[in-house]
């Protein structure tokens, strides 16, 4: 079971975990990603949303947008 803290930033925790996993490169070339990433010609970035702090009521922020087509070029250099 992988836990996240919401208050860093997603990337470096999931890099850590993907990195500790030891995938080899082929892994998520089928994977749904690897489709979209297909159809569109480039990944999307996606907001990560977190709940608000001691909110009364349940409000969401945007906690950091998400560059995918950057995370994979990075990626790329460290194959």
Do not use: C, W
Not at 4 to 18: E, G, K, N, T
């Amino acid at each position: 079971m992988v836990q996240f803290d919401a208050q860093r930033a997603m990337v470096p925790q999931i890099q850590a975990m993907l990195d500790a996993l030891g995938l080899e490169t082929t892994t998520g070339q089928a994977a749904p990603l690897a489709e979209l990433h297909g159809r569109m010609g480039h990944f999307p970035a996606i907001l990560r949303m977190r709940p608000v702090a001691e909110s009364a009521v349940t409000q969401y922020e945007v906690a950091e947008v998400i560059n995918l087509q950057a995370l994979r070029e990075q990626a790329r250099k460290r194959r």
